[in-house]
């Protein structure tokens, strides 16, 4: 079935609440008047019950159908990222070093738009809980809400989230079963050495070049360690040391993120990766201290849920604009705590040929709004028996 004719009719308020909170970016936790705006729009439309604070910024509405039954999630993100916006549109940010550079602002006025629908109609057994979460961008809002007993208070026995997708045409959806995108695990490496001067270099123990040997070695892990068809990306992002043309400095900090799509090379890369820095580093001397941060687990799509979701979208969109077997990404999403306390399913949805994600460039393609709603909606009449 094509798109909803009440989500078209939704097109151009949503498309309105979008540029609202596309222009008023907020980041992290400090999402206050994002989740008022939302709050208040769950409070229009009559949804059942209303929480906030979860996660400490996050909202839930609690919307109950025309009997009892099972309780579903829909969550999206909320939160902006520090990036200044060129787009140059009417609606572009307000604030300056502070974008919707991700699309959050167009996934957190789809599901209101498909709150308002389902509000209305009721045309399902048992409850949708529409979740607006904080701090995907970095601060895990996802984990939080979760530990804030948030699945147990709503009663919530399944999980879905969206993703926007540039790239992939407006009208289409993309998904996977198993792992859809990467843990996202963090390091900082201070190499001590001792410094002296540059023409003297055999006093010394010199933290740049040991610094050079772990950034070539740390490659090995992907080529020779990791079987070749399990992921793994190793990135070295920042490498910081000296001050002048003639002085070898005492130290050296290189930093960067290791990517992986399932636990046990995980936790092979994160135990080589500090072998391969405390071995290099005592070959030649120096001393090397290690910062590793796991990050957002891997975000696993669970086989039963993601066959509903793929029903859902095939729905909505036809066969042929629903890709059920999308390459695996490297990047991170904290849906994956979500997850990983319910089975659920994340898919993405078509940005058609926009800037990429995390671009000042960027801007979320309103024309995919009433394919969103439509998602929602028939995925909640299905799931809760229409």
């Known amino acids: 079935?094509?798109?909803?004719?009440?989500?078209?009719?939704?097109?151009?308020?949503?498309?309105?609440?979008?540029?609202?909170?596309?222009?008023?970016?907020?980041?992290?936790?400090?999402?206050?008047?994002?989740?008022?705006?939302?709050?208040?729009?769950?409070?229009?439309?009559?949804?059942?019950?209303?929480?906030?604070?979860?996660?400490?910024?996050?909202?839930?509405?609690?919307?109950?159908?025309?009997?009892?039954?099972?309780?579903?999630?829909?969550?999206?993100?909320?939160d902006a990222l520090p990036l200044t916006e060129i787009t140059g549109k009417p609606w572009a940010s307000t604030t300056a070093g502070k974008m919707h550079a991700c699309g959050h602002d167009g996934h957190t006025a789809m599901l209101l738009g498909a709150a308002k629908y389902l509000a209305e109609t009721r045309n399902f057994t048992g409850n949708v809980a529409v979740i607006f979460q904080p701090a995907e961008e970095g601060g895990g809002g996802g984990n939080?809400?979760?530990?804030?007993?948030?699945?147990?208070?709503?009663?919530?026995e399944e999980v879905y989230g969206m993703h926007n997708l540039p790239g992939l045409p407006v009208g289409q959806f993309a998904i996977r079963k198993g792992p859809i995108m990467a843990a996202t695990d963090e390091f900082t490496v201070t190499i001590k050495g001792r410094g002296g001067h540059a023409a003297q270099p055999h006093r010394t123990i010199d933290p740049i070049a040991i610094g050079a040997q772990i950034v070539s070695n740390l490659q090995m892990i992907a080529a020779r360690t990791v079987d070749p068809l399990r992921s793994v990306v190793i990135s070295v992002t920042k490498f910081n040391a000296g001050f002048a043309h003639n002085v070898i400095p005492n130290d050296a900090q290189i930093a960067g993120t290791i990517r992986t799509l399932d636990g046990e090379v995980r936790d092979l890369a994160e135990s080589r990766f500090k072998q391969v820095v405390d071995g290099v580093a005592a070959t030649h001397g120096a001393e090397a201290e290690i910062a590793f941060h796991r990050n957002y687990p891997v975000t696993v799509n669970h086989a039963d849920e993601t066959g509903h979701a793929i029903a859902t979208a095939t729905d909505i969109a036809g066969a042929a604009n629903v890709n059920p077997e999308i390459d695996p990404m490297m990047g991170g999403e904290d849906f994956s705590y979500m997850l990983n306390a319910r089975p659920g399913a994340f898919i993405f949805i078509g940005n058609g040929d926009t800037a990429g994600l995390h671009n000042p460039a960027y801007d979320f393609n309103d024309e995919a709004i009433a394919h969103g709603i439509s998602y929602w909606v028939r995925l909640t009449e299905q799931r809760l028996g229409a």
């Open 1 to 78: 079935m094509p798109i909803l004719n009440r989500a078209a009719e939704l097109q151009d308020e949503v498309t309105e609440w979008r540029r609202h909170i596309h222009a008023r970016p907020e980041l992290l936790f400090a999402v206050e008047n994002t989740a008022a705006f939302v709050a208040e729009k769950l409070k229009e439309f009559g949804v059942d019950e209303i929480v906030t604070g979860i996660g400490r910024t996050g909202v839930v509405g609690l919307i109950k159908g025309k009997g009892k039954g099972r309780t579903i999630g829909l969550r999206a993100d909320m």
């Open 144 to 156: 939080l809400m979760v530990k804030d007993g948030m699945m147990e208070r709503f009663g919530i």
